[in-house]
């Protein structure tokens, strides 16, 4: 974990392994892992067209592909919508960088940042916003792993995020986190509850995966 773990690595393994046994090919090779910081970080954000996050020193690809790209820009629309109707604060997308931690940027699908955090109102000028959000949101991609993910929810709860809500395409559900072993899986027949962090919301799962191709029955052969 940031902060807590030493950013010098023996093997390639081991790196692998702490970032939660993620694919190699997700890794930068320069700066050599272990040694990036922020200014490589914003270097990359600014000119490679690729999403990165800073995890103990290591450059990690964000993985994503159009459908989950499509699906946070819905939920962008939905959730934006509301925000602002209820003047509650404002929305990042996935190139919204935040410091969770020193030594630790996370770039969440969707961010929610309430105005409770912001008295003044005024939206963070930095390259890097140093705060995290109240709710964090992650469209599941096929290269995240369940380690990754495990690791994910401990830095965002570590940090002060207060819900987090992992968007799984391909079961068409939504695990709704209070902390990093609790969570609650609705599927297309429930609503997400915004609580205390979005009061007021009602949000339909089905209406999340509207944009989806509807999921074909194949017929068993006789």
């Known amino acids: 974990m940031a902060g807590t773990t030493s950013n010098r690595f023996e093997t390639l393994g081991e790196i692998l392994e702490q970032l939660g046994d993620i694919d190699p090919a997700r890794v930068r090779a320069t700066p050599p892992p272990g040694r990036a910081t922020e200014k490589d970080l914003i270097r990359l954000l600014d000119h490679s067209g690729r999403l990165y996050e800073l995890v103990d020193g290591v450059l990690v690809e964000k993985v994503t592909g159009f459908p989950e790209s499509a699906l946070a820009c819905d939920l962008i629309h939905i959730l934006g919508t509301f925000v602002e109707e209820h003047d509650l604060g404002f929305l990042a997308g996935p190139d919204g960088a935040m410091r969770l931690m020193p030594g630790l940027v996370r770039l969440p699908d969707i961010s929610f940042i309430s105005w409770k955090q912001l008295p003044s109102k005024e939206r963070p000028t930095d390259a890097i916003a140093d705060l995290a959000p109240v709710l964090a949101i992650e469209v599941l991609s096929e290269g995240n792993t369940r380690k990754e993910i495990?690791?994910?929810?401990?830095?965002?709860?570590?940090?002060?995020?207060?819900?987090?809500?992992?968007?799984?395409?391909?079961?068409?559900?939504?695990?709704?986190?209070?902390?990093?072993?609790?969570?609650?899986?609705?599927?297309?027949?429930?609503?997400?509850?915004?609580?205390?962090?979005?009061?007021?919301l009602n949000l339909p799962i089905r209406k999340v995966f509207a944009g989806l191709p509807a999921v074909r029955k194949t017929r068993r052969k006789k």
């Open 150 to 200: 495990q690791r994910k929810l401990r830095e965002y709860f570590l940090s002060g995020v207060q819900i987090v809500w992992l968007v799984d395409p391909k079961t068409r559900t939504v695990r709704v986190c209070t902390a990093p072993d609790e969570l609650h899986t609705l599927t297309e027949r429930d609503a997400i509850d915004g609580g205390e962090v979005l009061p007021g």
